[in-house]
């Protein structure tokens, strides 16, 4: 681990406190040095008044010689009667005494001191290390909502913080998880509706077909046509939820090609032909043709198919749809243009989720193409938007130049 601060910071204490402790040391046997000296000198200085009242012959020199001396002889103090708990010597004594009382007394302080210092250190250490537990202990019973961050930087500081970041990631996950499950839930009920409607129409057309053999001929075409349309809804529905799952699991990875955008809404209007010749819709391209975008040409088809096939959907027999492409410096911008009864401005904010079908939709309108579109544009970093009135919706399709 790195960033050991609280360790350092208790060493570096610790440290602090022994050469304090060892500078005091020193000072007093200093001191205990300088007393001892200073009583043996007495003693000394009075030996040799003392021999020089008696022995005025003695000489300097011989007191010397005696002095330095490093002959030692047990009995001779004895034989002088000599006692060294007395005078001088006595002081030497007591204040050995009192010596040893200050070094154990300071060696208890020392000992004291830093056994304290650890102590807390290892204290709050454990403390920590509870909080973390019970921490934990409330992420077992999925409880996101405790925090725990520090600014601090030693190892269970960092740990506390990593432990706070993984305490985001569940609570996001488990919040995810409960609005998957959610999404789940109401995608189901969509599908369930979106497939009830055309199986029990279906159903219905069947059970008249089999109960009425003597059906006449053209009733009987109409059914059959019927059951075709809504058999291909079905099919739309199914092989577009398909793609959209995909790109929930993001197991589609989309190419990153040049495309040449003239090429993208040509093969686009080749998929809805039969819709615009049904309707007697002109579709007119404007822009240039040497404009390019990246991305993906299988599902920018898919993309664009839908939005026109959107616009068709929506708009008046004998009209016109104006595809308009504009690049710049920053983006390439197609406009799809069409002159329908426009979208309601309480569900423009809504027309590109799934299953959302607003007030002017047909009655075959499933609500899914959309919402494929933007998913696909999206993922190739693109923008969808949309405007409307009375006269007519606009798409707007940015692909920024990467």
Known sequence: MKNKVVYKAYLIKTLIIMILFLILFIIVNTMAYQVYTKNNNLALNAIINKVKE??????????????????????????????????????????????????????????????????????KKDLNILEITNYLREINRHNYKLSIKTLSEDELSILKNELYKTTVMLKEIASNNIKDKENLKNSLEDISHQLKTPLTSILVMLDNLIDNEDMDKETKNEFLHNIKKEINNISYLVNTLLKLSKFDANTIVLQKEKILVASLIKEALQKIVVLSELKNIKIEVKGEEDIYITGDLHWEVEALTNIIKNSLEHSDNNSKITIDVLQNNVYTLITIKDMGKGIAKEDLPHIFERFYKGKNSSNDSIGIGLALAKTIILKDKGNISVSSNKKGTTFMIKYFNI
């Open 54 to 123: 008696k022995y005025p012959i003695i000489t300097d020199i011989e007191i010397m010689e005696i002095l330095n001396s490093k002959d030692y002889n047990e009995t001779l103090l004895k034989d002088y009667n000599l006692n060294l708990n007395s005078s001088y010597f006595l002081k030497n004594k007591d204040f050995y005494s009192y010596l040893i009382i200050i070094n154990i007394f300071l060696f208890i302080l020392f000992t004291s001191t830093i056994y304290i210092l650890f102590y807390r250190y290892n204290h």
